[in-house]
């Protein structure tokens, strides 16, 4: 059985965040992430709470190019609404294709932007967080795909810049406000930090106090609906994205429900329940791949962050994430004393890995221009890889 908290969260109530002709019950976003917000753990974070779901990032060029995994991956199952699916691009014409594509073929209800990966071999080529300085290009980008939308909201989620030395967000948010984005999320944190230290919720203050035509969201450091709430009150941001916040713990779309309602209660899961959910996530994850073997292949992956902070032994962690089959993972999900409790703040804060500060990773004279060069396009052409991260 799962327990009810009553940690005392700031008594106020946001108001459901619409984004273009979408309105949501909660101001709670999912954020994009590779190999995790598939179909199958969408739906089990859906189950739990309100919000928009998003998928992982899609590559523009093979949806265009129309490979048979893509195509896959923007798949939603019926239950399923709003679909929400993210696109990832460097070439202005294939991200304008690769929205008609999904507006033409009624594959989506919003479409997000992804300009903020840090992962070295995207920025290496002038992609992700590296791409908005550039700012003809990424104006170009964000003009295209917002005509190709139509009447579908398109949005943005973008990083604060390079680097301190380089940052983008507030004059990539301005051209993007002007280009008709439906609103525009902050990761409050440069390329070059990765995941690491803390994010800086004042740049999001920053940008909402820039921004005032449409929604402006907040993304980094949300583990709790606590902080989900108190990022809103200290930024005056409209919304929240989470991201390894869910990591193991899709019940905290519940937690940030409640805590936008004013509400005082966290969901606080035995063993038992946290056992149940991740059978179940693997159950789901089998279905969306067409196959058992393949989708405990891929559970295995969520076994330290689903039981992160309770009493289970590193040899069953061990065979959990070698496990080849739902009967298998039964057998040993059976050893477990499901009455145990929520172990506390054992089970909470951070996790997902942070990464250290680095130096981000250009193309050969990258930062000594704002526009772009000619000779720079043939290294955007090699950006666009299936790489998610933001």
């Known amino acids: ?50 919000g928009l779901y998003v998928s992982e990032m899609i590559t523009s060029r093979a949806l265009v190019e129309r490979t048979p995994e893509t195509m896959r991956l923007i798949q939603h199952h019926e239950s399923e609404t709003p679909r929400s699916i993210q ?24 479409i997000d932007l992804n300009f903020g990966c840090p992962v070295p071999k995207v920025t290496r080529k002038g992609g992700g967080a590296a791409l908005p300085w550039k700012q003809d290009l990424f104006r170009d980008i964000v003009e295209g795909a917002v005509k190709a939308a139509g009447s579908v909201p398109l949005t943005i989620k973008m990083r604060k810049g390079i680097d301190p030395d380089h940052l983008t967000y507030l004059e990539a948010a301005k051209a993007a406000q002007g280009a008709g984005v439906a609103s525009i999320a902050l ?36 583990w709790s609906g606590a902080d989900a709430v108190r990022m809103v009150e200290e930024t005056g941001c409209d919304g929240v994205v989470v991201g390894r916040g869910c990591l193991g713990r899709p019940w905290i779309f519940s937690d940030l429900a409640a805590a936008f309602r004013g509400e005082n209660t966290t969901h606080q899961p035995s063993l038992g329940e946290v056992a149940a959910t991740f059978r179940r996530h693997a159950v789901l994850l089998a279905e969306f791949f067409d196959s058992e073997e393949r989708g405990c292949r891929d559970i295995r992956k969520h076994v330290a962050w689903y039981f992160k902070g309770y009493p289970v032994g590193g040899d069953l962690r061990a065979r959990l994430a070698t496990v080849e089959s739902l009967r298998q993972m039964d057998d040993l ?21 942070a990464g250290t500060p680095k130096r981000p990773a250009l193309p050969e004279g990258w930062l000594e221009s704002r526009t772009l060069a000619s000779r720079e396009q043939s290294d955007l052409n090699e950006a666009e890889l299936s790489t998610s991260g933001g």
């Open 1 to 50: 059985m799962s327990a009810v908290s009553t940690i005392s969260h700031p008594q106020s109530a946001a108001p459901a965040l619409t984004i273009g002709n979408l309105s949501l019950e909660a101001p709670v976003v999912l954020a994009p992430m590779a190999g995790i917000t598939n179909t199958a753990f969408r739906r089990l974070c859906r189950e739990f709470g309100a």
């Open 87 to 110: 696109l990832y691009g460097v070439d202005p014409k294939t991200v304008s294709e690769a929205v008609t594509i999904l507006v033409a073929e009624d594959r989506a209800d919003h």
């Open 187 to 222: 990761h409050a944190r440069t390329a070059s930090e990765f995941y690491s230290g803390h994010a800086d919720w004042s740049a999001i203050r920053t940008l909402k106090e820039t921004i005032t035509d449409v929604p402006v969201l907040g993304n980094g450091d949300i």
């Open 333 to 353: 999900l059976g050893t477990l004393d499901g009455d145990l409790p929520y172990p506390g703040e054992a089970a909470e804060g951070q996790r997902g890995r």
